[in-house]
């Protein structure tokens, strides 16, 4: 899943693709590099973010959504928490609502996922980050988002769950969550793991946010080896190919 931040302040690349012409040729290049999602966010979530308002979230994400689904033959998710984004998103096109707060924080998202028939990514985040068993609160948190999903009426076949890296957590808990990624596949559904420049690589190497590719793709790694489904990443090209090459290694049986 390759990442496409259509917003002036993301982390890591914001101001860089939020013109139609720059986010379609950036579109393009990350299908060349083998992206086979791409991620549209119209709202940056970087620590301490100030919510953007619905309509603009959409005059930042229906174009380039329509302009992707008419100019090229990809999937594509929009990352928004917002029912009426959502629900304008799904008229452009999309094909996967990303919510980073796993249909808690706008109580109509769930039915419009569910009137839409798409497939949803329920992220673990939450308000109140005081734990006291984490990885056990992970989980049950993950469960209580797939509880509303299907309360709503949306197919458990049309879940995927994301350990939400860098969301409520501090260091240590970013890197148990990554450790423990088969733990999570085995409540059934495919995970997608997000960990792409993040502070938990930044904080763990001592590095920018220019300079943690190499810490990336060691988690990337580590993810098709514990077993996740997608991978979102900014830097495709170097990412598919750490995931080919895990692969690799992982399907080899030694015929002899």
Known sequence: ?????????????????????????????????????????????????????????????VPVIEKIKANFDIPVSVDTTDAVVAK?????????????????????????VADSGLPVVLMHNRENTEYK???????????????????????????ILDPGIGFAKDVDQNLEAINKLEKIRELGYPVLLGTSRKSVIGKTLDLPVDERLEGTLATTVIGVMKGCGIIRVHDVKEN????????????ANGHY
């Open 1 to 61: 899943m390759g990442i496409l931040n259509v917003t002036p302040d993301s982390f890591s690349d914001g101001g860089k693709f939020n013109t139609l012409d720059a986010a379609l040729r950036h579109t393009e290049q990350m299908i060349a590099d083998g992206a086979s999602i791409i991620d549209v966010g119209g709202e940056s979530t970087k620590p301490g973010y100030t919510p953007v308002p619905a309509d603009v979230q959409i005059e930042r994400v």
């Open 88 to 112: 304008a998103s799904i008229d452009a096109g999309c094909d996967l609502i990303n919510d980073i707060w796993g249909l808690k924080k706008d109580g109509n998202l769930a039915k419009v």
């Open 133 to 159: 068993l984490f990885f056990n609160e992970l989980i049950s948190d993950l469960k209580e988002s797939v509880r509303i999903a299907e309360a709503a009426g949306i197919g458990l076949d049309k879940i």
């Open 240 to 251: 598919i190919r750490a995931v080919k090459m895990a692969e690799a290694i992982l399907n």
